[in-house]
């Protein structure tokens, strides 16, 4: 009986693979939609300046 207790004890101490798992797909789903975006920024920056160098 003392030995279930120390399991469960030791269990609640931190985090669960999944719920690490979960955190990282997010992570992870994140910085793929920021790398989109800010890939999109740049391009349309770069178009920017080629139109500015175009009429000059």
């Known amino acids: 009986m003392m030995m279930l207790r120390f399991k469960n004890k030791l269990n609640k101490a931190g985090f669960m693979l999944s719920e690490l798992l979960v955190v990282i797909a ?3 789903i994140l910085a793929g939609v920021s790398f989109v975006g800010v890939n999109t920024y740049i391009r349309s920056l770069q178009m920017m ?8």
């Open 49 to 56: 300046e080629m139109d500015e160098t175009a009429f000059v």
């Open 26 to 28: 997010i992570m992870a």
